[in-house]
Each structure stands twice: as structure tokens, then as C-alpha cells.
């Protein structure tokens, strides 16, 4: 049985991520932590996510309990991952990270923190979209020399990074295979008179509307014929079930920064 421990409890992923650990035979929820000063510390973990009282109460971030969490899951806000790093590692706990939207200074804290414990990070943790992401890399091997690719992706109306992360990471994933440099490449959008499309660039569309929980298309397009690959998310569980997939997978295994790829056997 792994323990989870859930940051950012009372956000979105958060309470999903406790629903999950209720549904989940493999996991129990260690504890579940919220910023200081929150008014929901001290309430059932349970009552917070929407479904049984889980006889765990609500924690102040900065008084998380050490002893029971295997593997910590963080899908809160960029501002707040370099404490919670800085907690793992201090602790010495396994760490699954879904915050997306990082700069390039919180990705290199990932990677300083990777070489003390073992730390699972994805912008995207559905089991889908990383066979997308695998299919994309096929797709573009075959006919990415030829074709305009263009990704759009649709999120719900709260979202605040663009473009989403799997966006970002379905074009990275191209311009790998394809040898390109997508901080090159990559065009965000269209207005006015653009003149003729490089071939060689990479486009995002981003739509944020209600409460689409994640869309995600990779065009592939020719003279005459294209590839289009989609995923469509229904339900956030789906991405609470991976992260705890890949919480599970983690647990024992030494320092170093792992993929949700490598989780599931796709690299």
C-alpha cells in the first residue's frame, strides 16, 4: 500500500486527488495539506473532496506530518513549488509534480532537487494523452518532414497558462523527432497579414471556454491528405488515476527525474 500525500488539497486536482485515493485499492491518503492560514484546516479530508469522511484532517502546509506519505503529489501553483520541493527534499519523500505553467528557473529546480529524490514530472498525467504523445512521435518520423503541423488545445475558462502544457509538450515531441528547436519555431497565433505558412514552423491555437476539461489535437497536414490525432479528457480523475499510477511506480525507485512515459513503459 503506498501513502499519499496530497498538496493544495482544497484546489481542483487536489480534491480529485483524495477522491481518487478513496476509489483506489493500492493507495491510501497519508495526509492532505492546504496553505496557511486557510479556513478549511482542521476539516475532514473527506467532507473537503465531496465524498467519505476520510478520519484525516485537513493540514497547515507548513505542519505536514513526515511519517505517513510515501510519495508526494503537487498539482498547486508555480509560486508555491520551491518550498514544496525544499520540504521533499528535507524529508526525503518521492515526489509526483503535475503544476504546469514553470518557468525555466522552476524547471531547473526539478532537476537539482531530481538528484536528492526520486521525482516523477509529466505535463500530463492521463494514461491517453501519453499514447498521444507516443503516436505524435510516430506520426511526425513518417511524414513530419512534409506536412504543416499545427496542435490546438481547448481548456476550461479558469486555466491560467497558455498554451497548456501538453500542448507545449505534443510540439516538443515533434520538433525532437523532426531535429528542430521549437523555442524557434513554435508560432502562437495569427492576426493580420501573416504571408505564406512556413513549413518549418510549428502552430498553438488556444480556446478557453466553460468547463472543457482538456482537448488536445495534433494536425498533420499534406497536399491532399491529413493526420489528425486527438485526445479529449472527460473527467479530471483521469488524471488523478495516472498520478497515483505513477506514485505507485515511484515509491521505491532511487533519485532521478522520471516521465510519465517511463511509467508507463512507452520509453
Same mark, same amino acid.
Given at each position: 500500500?503506498?501513502?499519499?500525500?496530497?498538496?493544495?488539497?482544497?484546489?481542483?486536482?487536489?480534491? #480529485?486527488?483524495? @477522491?481518487?485515493? =478513496? !476509489?483506489?485499492?493500492? #493507495?491510501?491518503?497519508?495526509?492532505? /495539506?492546504?496553505?496557511?492560514? /486557510?479556513?478549511?484546516?482542521?476539516?475532514?479530508?473527506?467532507?473537503?473532496?465531496?465524498?467519505?469522511?476520510? =478520519?484525516?484532517?485537513?493540514? @497547515?502546509?507548513?505542519?505536514?506530518?513526515?511519517?505517513?506519505?510515501?510519495?508526494?503529489?503537487?498539482?498547486?501553483?508555480?509560486?508555491?513549488?520551491?518550498?514544496?520541493? +525544499?520540504?521533499?527534499?528535507?524529508? +526525503?519523500?518521492?515526489?509526483?509534480?503535475?503544476?504546469?505553467?514553470?518557468?525555466?528557473?522552476?524547471?531547473?529546480?526539478?532537476?537539482?532537487?531530481?538528484?536528492?529524490?526520486?521525482?516523477?514530472?509529466?505535463?500530463?498525467?492521463?494514461?491517453?494523452?501519453?499514447?498521444?504523445? /507516443?503516436?505524435? !512521435?510516430?506520426?511526425?518520423?513518417?511524414?513530419? +518532414?512534409?506536412?504543416?503541423?499545427?496542435?490546438?488545445?481547448?481548456?476550461?475558462?479558469? +486555466?491560467?497558462?497558455?498554451?497548456?502544457?501538453?500542448? #507545449?509538450?505534443?510540439?516538443? #515531441?515533434?520538433?525532437?523527432?523532426?531535429?528542430?528547436?521549437?523555442?524557434?519555431?513554435?508560432? =502562437?497565433?495569427?492576426?493580420?497579414?501573416?504571408?505564406? !505558412?512556413?513549413?518549418?514552423?510549428?502552430?498553438?491555437?488556444?480556446? !478557453?471556454?466553460?468547463?472543457?476539461?482538456?482537448?488536445?489535437?495534433?494536425?498533420?497536414?499534406?497536399?491532399?491528405?491529413?493526420?489528425?490525432?486527438?485526445?479529449?479528457?472527460?473527467?479530471?480523475?483521469?488524471?488523478?488515476?495516472?498520478?497515483?499510477?505513477?506514485?505507485?511506480?515511484?515509491?521505491?525507485?532511487?533519485?532521478?527525474? =522520471? /516521465?510519465?512515459?517511463?511509467?508507463?513503459?512507452?520509453?
Amino acid at each position: 500500500m503506498t501513502k499519499i500525500g496530497v498538496l493544495g488539497a482544497n484546489g481542483r486536482m487536489g480534491r #480529485v486527488l483524495i @477522491d481518487a485515493c =478513496y !476509489r483506489h485499492t493500492d #493507495v491510501a491518503l497519508g495526509f492532505a /495539506s492546504v496553505r496557511s492560514g /486557510s479556513s478549511l484546516i482542521g476539516i475532514d479530508a473527506g467532507e473537503l473532496a465531496g465524498v467519505a469522511k476520510q =478520519y484525516i484532517t485537513v493540514c @497547515d502546509t507548513q505542519q505536514q506530518p513526515t511519517g505517513i506519505a510515501d510519495v508526494i503529489i503537487d498539482f498547486t501553483l508555480p509560486q508555491a513549488l520551491q518550498s514544496n520541493i +525544499k520540504w521533499c527534499v528535507e524529508n +526525503k519523500k518521492a515526489m509526483v509534480i503535475g503544476t504546469t505553467g514553470l518557468s525555466a528557473v522552476e524547471l531547473s529546480i526539478i532537476d537539482q532537487a531530481a538528484k536528492l529524490i526520486p521525482i516523477v514530472f509529466a505535463a500530463n498525467y492521463s494514461v491517453g494523452v501519453n499514447l498521444l504523445l /507516443s503516436l505524435v !512521435r510516430q506520426t511526425s518520423a513518417v511524414m513530419g +518532414k512534409d506536412a504543416d503541423i499545427e496542435i490546438v488545445e481547448a481548456h476550461h475558462r479558469f +486555466k491560467k497558462d497558455a498554451p497548456s502544457g501538453t500542448a #507545449v509538450a505534443i510540439g516538443e #515531441v515533434i520538433a525532437d523527432e523532426l531535429g528542430r528547436d521549437l523555442s524557434k519555431c513554435a508560432v =502562437y497565433g495569427r492576426q493580420g497579414d501573416t504571408g505564406e !505558412r512556413d513549413q518549418q514552423s510549428i502552430g498553438f491555437c488556444t480556446i !478557453r471556454a466553460g468547463d472543457i476539461v482538456g482537448e488536445h489535437t495534433a494536425i498533420f497536414a499534406t497536399i491532399g491528405e491529413r493526420i489528425e490525432l486527438t485526445h479529449k479528457a472527460s473527467s479530471r480523475l483521469t488524471f488523478a488515476n495516472g498520478a497515483l499510477t505513477a506514485a505507485i511506480w515511484l515509491k521505491d525507485k532511487p533519485a532521478g527525474l =522520471y /516521465s510519465m512515459q517511463q511509467v508507463l513503459n512507452l520509453q
